[in-house]
């Protein structure tokens, strides 16, 4: 089965600094990757997603992901971020190789963004 | 359109008893999914439904667990008896495609605001 990890639990940053929140995968052909955020007390919003093409993906909130398969990997970036910004982020890969079935969810990094 | 609604928004119930979600997706909406996230496990998907069918329940953790979707606009989730582990918060989702179909997978799926439950 493919899967993905996130291996920070938090990032920290300063407002107005960019800011990268960071995914690997593991997957046995070309993946559909996927980024949701978590505001507090709320369900899981879609961010953005790679399929094919270009390799950098631009999503809601200003947020941009650079899919990059000689590292597998899918980080989530933005230029300048924002004390609103301060949520938890997932990364996500289909199950199964031919990128039907469910979705799996990495454990989660929760940005912080300071004043 | 109001999004995905679940009720009740927050759960109190002693341990034995019977609990039930429930959640209305989006119209139009073919797939429902049911999640529960705890700090433990982080997020876990229990069951999903296309076209009201129970596709994978590989993730609902025990026969105590049962999920329904009598039609297309609502879905339950219950769990009898409850137990303490049970508290978590429980987010019902809904999409258009179908993830057992090629491209199906890449359909957005939409949260609702989630079930918090804690059982004493």
């Known amino acids: 089965a493919q899967s993905v990890a996130q291996p920070e639990d938090q990032v920290n940053v300063a407002e107005g600094n960019p800011l990268t929140v960071k995914c690997t995968y593991s997957?046995?052909?070309?993946?559909?990757l996927f980024w949701y955020v978590q505001y507090p007390n709320r369900g899981l919003q879609f961010l953005l997603k790679?399929?094919?093409?270009?390799?950098l993906v631009k999503g809601s909130y200003g947020f941009e992901a650079e899919f990059n398969k000689s590292q597998t990997s899918f980080h989530l970036k933005k230029p300048s971020a924002l004390v609103s910004d301060s949520a938890l982020y997932f990364c996500?890969?289909?199950?199964?190789?031919?990128?039907?079935?469910?979705?799996?969810f990495g454990t989660g990094t929760r940005l912080q963004v300071f004043p | 359109d109001a999004g995905v609604i679940q009720s009740p928004r927050h759960e109190v119930t002693e341990m034995g008893q019977e609990v039930t979600l429930r959640c209305k997706p989006i119209?139009?909406?073919?797939?429902l999914f049911w999640y529960r996230q705890t700090m433990m496990r982080g997020l876990e998907l229990l069951i999903y439904f296309n076209n009201n069918v129970p596709i994978d329940d590989s993730g609902m953790p025990e026969d105590r667990f049962s999920a329904k979707m009598p039609n297309a606009s609502f879905s339950t989730l219950k769990i009898q008896p409850s137990e303490p582990r049970d508290s978590a918060v429980y987010f019902c989702?809904?999409?258009?495609?179908?993830?057992?179909?090629?491209?199906?997978?890449?359909?957005?799926?939409?949260f609702g605001p989630g079930t918090r439950l804690t059982v004493t």
């Open positions: 996500a890969v289909p199950k199964s190789q031919d990128n039907t079935d469910k979705l799996i």
């Open positions: 119209s139009g909406h073919n797939s």
């Open positions: 989702a809904s999409s258009q495609g179908d993830p057992g179909l090629a491209g199906g997978s890449t359909y957005e799926q939409y």
């Open positions: 997957v046995s052909g070309n993946p559909y």
């Open positions: 790679y399929i094919t093409g270009d390799n």
